[in-house]
């Protein structure tokens, strides 16, 4: 991971002091040195607010001010800040203050009267630093992204479907209440990619998938299995099977609506179906694997009803 001066130079950072004149001299040492994204402020008590809203790279913050000194201001900083790294340069007249500024939260410290050369350098280690970690966490967040979402699609995988499977099976001992799998794929899928190429082919999945999304209930689970195959998981359905069934085949036949109707493929029209295959169960009494085996099973038995398109595999299967 590398940062280029720019990066640095465009950090958001922001200047707390209670007197105008020392606001204004930092302002302008800051854009002598090229930065360019400073926000200020004379009120320690607005601090909080403006970091949560900003997510600032460095705060500049003076010790001494009235009404609420930079201690507590760091201390507010520290109860809220989600990450429990609050980026903060202390600044104060007293160097004796510096040890309590550490201890209390500061990344850093410098004194008054400021030395140019020495703030320059340790704001831009300090945003460095910063930088750095921020990189790392939005890789670290887009590495977990991909390990638990499709691709193509960027619905759940198998891997965080099964995950939310295991969860719903623990959630329906505490409630008692009825949960479903849905297993399911396109119609004459093979056809598209024959005939209009993978491309397009990618390109109806992700369709589907939003489709798939807006039939959904707030909660559910819609994932891609794999190939032209999708999953919904549905949770906290009723607690008496027959009512549950009333609820899915609900959700079903609106889901195959939506997916009949037709589609514009990159300028290519086309219309399909889809097949469900239901699964209704309750608590954990069945394994994760058998319960996935029943739904795929089932939603062959849909493919071969050209009837109905969904099919639901008895509970006692």
Known sequence: MMLSPADILSAQIL??????????????LLNAAGYHNLISTR????????????HFDLILL??????????????????TEKEGYAPVLAITAHPNLKLRALAAGAKDFIAKPLDLAELQ???????EVRLLYNQLSHNNQTLQNLALHDALTQLPNRRLLLDRLRQAQLSSVRTHRHCALMFMDID?????????????GDEL?????????????????????????????????SQTETEASQQVRAIAEKMQLAL???????????????????????EDTQAIDSLLKKADQAMYQAKADTTHGVYFAASGD
């Open 15 to 28: 200047i707390v002091d209670d007197k105008q004149a020392n606001v204004q001299l930092l302002e302008q």
């Open 43 to 54: 009120d320690p008590t607005a601090v909080c607010d403006l970091h949560r809203s900003q």
């Open 62 to 79: 003076d010790l001494q001010m009235p009404g609420m000194d930079g201690f507590a201001v760091m201390a507010a900083l520290n109860r």
């Open 121 to 127: 350098a340790r704001i831009h280690n300090l945003l």
């Open 188 to 200: 004459h899928f093979k056809k598209v990619n024959d005939t209009l190429g993978h491309g397009i």
């Open 205 to 237: 999945l992700r369709q589907v998938s939003q489709r798939l999304l807006k039939c959904a209930r707030v909660g559910d689970t819609v994932a891609r299995f794999g190939g032209d195959e999708f999953v919904v998981l549905l949770d906290g359905l």
């Open 260 to 282: 009949r109707q037709p589609y514009t493929l990159c300028g290519h029209p086309y219309d399909t179906s889809l097949s469900i295959g239901v699964v209704i169960f309750s």
